[in-house]
């Protein structure tokens, strides 16, 4: 494609045929808002279902766990139920709770009860480029379990520092014979890289071992078929793509073969329903998804996802997929044609490709720091990528053009260097 080609005029006449920008219903607080993957903004429809619940905790007080609208009581529930579609699962396979980082506990944490139960191995299998979080979580649960993390942790290091290979997956269950769960995210939050979800499922159970999976940054970007695949369990986040607000409680997954089973941390918001309140000591697990929900359920957080999922029921997440892959194409396009002095480092195939987009320099850093300067919101992740986020409810051709436009402006004028090395904060 030349200049004119890639140019403004081509980007406003992208946006006049989509069709799906629904940006007059978010508030966004930069001009070009293109943190998506990290934070979802507001949106006037996650604020309506907010105010309805504190209306309702105005005028009813504790009656909203009987007669809010839904009852309060089966929120969890009944959120999970409208979730359920996007992921692929039967409704009762999918509930709102807890934190992703807590979710990663008790889940991981009855599979591995399983495991030995089971007489199934109890390593774990996970990879280099993981988030964090799932790696304190997991080698927790092998402490709690007297399993020294060192020796049940079976880590698959990328080939490339960005992205894993299948085949990577299956070599390291093929040297280890007694694995008992694989564990991956189905997009990796650097690279933006979208695994194979029914090949890895199907590795694992080849080898006898469950497969779970870190859905965090693929939750309403990306639609999945988790029951149709087989995958043992999940859990992901809703404050990325599913704009429900910092810190909103969790989503999870769980077969239903393993509805019934002891949750490794039970907590009485997972207790059966129907005898909850009988104030037994002996804890019954629902026979659902909803007794891996530990204490009760914040409805304040909770409330504003009700309001996202109108948005997305509205679109489709399908049209939402189609949308995000456009976009995130069209911006592979411009930094190949505008910024050769950058990597793209996410896969180019769009069935490998969350999302989020990669851009890596040496200055990554201080580049991200002058796009804020300017009203553009990326976000740093180390060594050297920023992560561009074209979330396809809000964000247009147009603002994908100009964001690439200040990068290059910040290039050639080398505005980057007026700011300071990387500290400790937050990026």
């Not at 999918?94 to 944490?109: C, E």
């Not at 504003?304 to 949308?323: F, K, Q, S």
């Not at 009203?375 to 809000?394: A, E, K, M, Q, T």
Request: a negative charge; proline letters at 5%; glycine letters at 10%.
């Amino acid at each position: 494609m030349d200049d004119h080609e890639l140019g403004r005029e081509r980007a406003q006449r992208l946006d006049d045929a989509a069709g799906v920008n629904l940006r007059d219903r978010f508030y966004l607080p930069d001009d070009l808002y293109l943190d998506g993957n990290s934070l979802g903004p507001l949106s006037t429809d996650a604020e309506r279902s907010l105010q309805r619940v504190i209306d309702e905790w105005r005028e009813r007080g504790i009656r909203g766990w009987t007669d809010g609208e839904p009852p309060w009581f089966h929120y969890g529930e009944h959120l999970g139920t409208r979730l359920a579609p996007l992921v692929g699962a039967r409704e009762d396979e999918v509930v709102v709770a807890n934190s992703t980082t807590v979710n990663i506990h008790t889940l991981v944490g009855t599979f591995l009860d399983l495991c030995a139960e089971s007489n199934r191995g109890q390593k774990i299998v996970v990879n280099d480029l993981d988030f964090p979080t799932d790696h304190y979580a997991i080698r927790s649960q092998l402490r709690l379990r007297g399993l020294d993390p060192d020796d049940h942790l079976v880590i698959v290091e990328s080939h490339d520092g960005r992205t894993l290979r299948e085949d990577d997956i299956a070599a390291a269950l093929d040297e280890h014979d007694d694995v008992g769960i694989v564990f991956m995210p189905s997009v990796f939050y650097r690279s933006g890289q979208l695994l194979d979800i029914d090949s890895v499922t199907d590795l694992a159970h080849e080898h006898d071992a469950f497969a779970g999976f870190d859905l965090a940054h693929s939750v309403g970007a990306v639609p999945h078929s988790l029951a149709e695949s087989g995958v043992d369990f999940a859990v992901w986040c809703h404050y990325k793509y599913l704009n429900a607000g910092p810190g909103a409680i969790a989503g999870l997954y769980v077969h239903r073969d393993y509805h019934g089973e002891l949750p490794a941390l039970a907590g009485w918001w997972g207790h059966e329903k129907e005898t909850q309140f009988e104030m037994q000591l002996t804890y019954t697990p629902a026979r659902s998804a909803g007794a891996w929900q530990i204490g009760t359920i914040p409805i304040l957080s909770a409330a504003p996802l009700a309001g996202v999922l109108d948005i997305v029921d509205e679109v489709g997440i399908e049209t939402v997929r189609e949308r995000s892959v456009e976009l995130t194409e069209y911006l592979i396009s411009l930094v190949d044609e505008r910024l050769p002095e950058c990597t793209v480092g996410t896969p180019r195939d769009p069935d490998r490709r969350g999302g989020h987009v990669a851009i890596e320099h040496p200055e990554g850093y201080r580049i991200n720091e002058a796009l804020k300067a300017r009203g553009v919101v990326v976000d740093f992740r180390p060594p050297n990528v920023i992560r561009v986020c074209p979330s396809p409810l809000y964000v247009g051709f147009e603002d994908v053009w100009e964001a690439v436009e200040h990068l290059r402006e910040i290039l050639d004028e080398g505005a980057y260097e007026q700011f300071e090395e990387r500290g400790g904060g937050v990026t």
